[in-house]
């Protein structure tokens, strides 16, 4: 199987459709594409028994983020993660809405 892009990942679902980071359905679309983003989120919530913590570091609070450029479709991500993904990689995403 031919490794996709992350344009061509990225496009194959509309924003907020992606899923909820740290799900199964989650880690079985990152698992082929991603696995250390996998690896850190695992062990992030294996330490501290959480799902809702940042996918890169583990802190909180970390909201949802779907992906406009970058490789993964959705994450969690504190603030300092979502600013140093923008400064070193221009990686860009846009804040989930929360549902009702």
């Not at 603030?79 to 804040?95: M, N, Q, T």
Request: with cysteine.
């Amino acid at each position: 199987m031919a490794k996709r892009s992350h344009t061509q990942r990225n496009s194959c679902r509309p924003y907020g459709q992606w899923p909820v980071p740290h799900t199964p359905a989650w880690f079985a679309q990152m698992l082929p594409f991603h696995p250390p983003a996998v690896f850190f989120a695992q062990t992030h919530i294996a330490r501290t028994g959480r799902l809702d913590i940042c996918s890169v570091c583990g802190d909180t609070p970390a909201p949802i983020y779907d992906a406009v450029n970058a490789p993964h479709q959705s994450l969690r991500l504190c603030a300092d993660c979502l600013g140093i993904r923008a400064a070193l990689y221009d990686e860009r995403y846009r804040l989930r809405p929360e549902r009702a």
